[in-house]
């Protein structure tokens, strides 16, 4: 923290201003919230400026393939106990929209801040955190992110000599192989259900063994380090060995363990696990992710899954067979165009469900679900779809921008 003089130059005032214009000019247009176009906008005029508007806060930056968004939020609750917090909430996590984010507010103390995989590096070096939240990294996008451990690469690089404290999950192998490079990291055992991206070891390419909930490499001898925080059912473990019960309104297992993360980066700024765990209790619903809405006249619950890993942990959500399941894919750029990681989920998780398919790539889902021998229709939108429901709640899932679509259908 530099006191609160002003950190903006007279150039980075003008880059504010113009942002804040064209913002507003996007959003009168109808085209979405204009946080990203107003960031590029002020960004070409003052390159300096994401740095120059972190300057005066204790910036947190979180980065994931899967929970960045609701951990970001989860954080955001937490430091609000030590006092103001800006945040990119609506999930713009490029530099461009983290500009937008920190422009809008010139009194936070605190900037909890999601970042895309592939920007963390330089938004870091920007920014100058004083800690990073790293929870996992598995496929996603393969058109754009290439495979996982060029991305573990990136992160290794970027942190190293990083005087950030890192908060990193240890039951990831190529988390653990990219924090390890960082002189300050703090060890939560946050669980990892998708294990397919780390069968071989990231440090030297041997086969990584697997005993219960343990990981080694056979051949470097690359271990689990030991975790000074830990998910345990539904309390988080302090470093003191108490339990503090995790109560949220956010569904499953994966939100658990995202508020044991939150718990352990909110500890590093002074805030209780106590009082940490019980402001994330006020946070139902993230950017319409777990929201149940009345659609002609059903109750509909939004489930967003981008990748393999996501899809697992949504399964594990959902109502009991036969709750009905529509399922909605796209393949648009910010999905990654390419939907060959369809054939990594698992869906004969799905037996027993009704389900209907719907989306631009639906009939890629439907050859996938025809191999997994799942009963499914395919419907034209999703009104048809919810009218070839049968009673009961739908649990809906769809990827990025199928999500996006359905929420505008459904007003939410």
């Known amino acids: 923290m530099s006191g609160n003089s002003d950190p903006l130059t007279p150039r980075a005032k003008l880059a504010?201003?113009?942002?804040?214009?064209?913002?507003a000019a996007s959003r009168a247009a109808g085209r979405g919230s204009g946080?990203?176009?107003?960031?590029?906008?002020?960004?070409?005029?003052?390159?300096?400026?994401?740095?120059?508007?972190?300057?005066?806060?204790?910036?947190?930056?979180?980065?994931?393939?899967?929970?960045?968004?609701?951990?970001?939020?989860?954080?955001?609750?937490?430091?609000?106990?030590?006092?103001?917090?800006?945040?990119?909430?609506?999930?713009?996590?490029?530099?461009?929209?983290?500009?937008?984010?920190?422009?809008?507010?010139?009194?936070?103390?605190?900037?909890?801040?999601?970042?895309?995989?592939?920007?963390?590096?330089?938004?870091?070096?920007?920014?100058?955190?004083?800690?990073?939240?790293?929870?996992?990294?598995?496929?996603?996008?393969?058109?754009?992110?290439?495979?996982?451990?060029m991305l573990a690469e990136n992160w290794r690089e970027g942190l190293a000599g990083s005087k950030a404290v890192v908060v990193a999950n240890c039951d990831d192998p190529l988390v653990v192989w990219a924090a390890s490079s960082s002189p300050n990291v703090i060890w939560v055992a946050a669980g990892q259900m998708w294990k397919d991206d780390a069968w071989s070891c990231p440090s030297c390419g041997g086969v990584m063994q697997r005993p219960g909930d343990d990981w080694f490499c056979g051949e470097c001898g690359f271990r689990r380090p030991t975790p000074s925080w830990a998910l345990s059912g539904d309390h988080v473990l302090d470093p003191h060995g108490s339990a503090w019960p995790i109560h949220l309104q956010l569904p499953g297992r994966a939100n658990k363990a995202n508020a044991a993360s939150s718990a352990a980066v909110a500890a590093v700024f002074g805030v209780p696990p106590q009082v940490a765990l019980e402001r994330m209790y006020q946070v139902q619903a993230v950017a319409g992710r777990y929201d149940v809405v009345q659609f002609q006249q059903r109750d509909l619950r939004l489930l967003l899954a981008k990748n393999p890993a996501g899809w697992l942990e949504t399964f594990s959500l959902i109502d009991p067979p036969p709750a009905p399941v529509i399922l909605s894919v796209n393949a648009r750029g910010a999905d990654g165009t390419d939907t060959s990681w369809l054939w990594d989920v698992d869906y004969t998780r799905l037996t027993g469900h009704p389900i209907c398919v719907i989306g631009d790539r639906k009939l890629d889902?439907?050859?996938?679900?025809?191999?997994?021998?799942?009963?499914?229709?395919?419907?034209?939108?999703?009104?048809?779809?919810?009218q070839a429901s049968p009673p009961g709640r739908i649990e809906v899932i769809a990827n990025y921008t199928a999500f996006q679509d359905l929420r505008r259908r459904v007003g939410n």
């Open 35 to 149: 946080s990203v176009i107003g960031g590029r906008v002020a960004l070409k005029l003052d390159p300096d400026l994401l740095a120059r508007l972190a300057q005066n806060l204790d910036v947190v930056l979180v980065s994931a393939t899967n929970g960045k968004t609701t951990t970001t939020r989860l954080i955001a609750e937490a430091l609000g106990a030590a006092g103001p917090v800006v945040s990119n909430a609506l999930g713009a996590n490029m530099p461009a929209g983290i500009t937008s984010a920190l422009a809008g507010n010139s009194d936070a103390r605190y900037g909890v801040i999601e970042v895309d995989e592939k920007y963390l590096a330089g938004v870091a070096r920007d920014t100058d955190p004083k800690c990073i939240a790293l929870l996992n990294l598995s496929r996603d996008q393969l058109d754009r992110a290439a495979e996982t451990r």
């Open 365 to 386: 889902l439907a050859v996938r679900l025809e191999v997994a021998n799942q009963q499914f229709q395919v419907c034209e939108d999703l009104d048809r779809a919810v």
């Open 16 to 23: 504010v201003t113009a942002g804040k214009a064209v913002a």
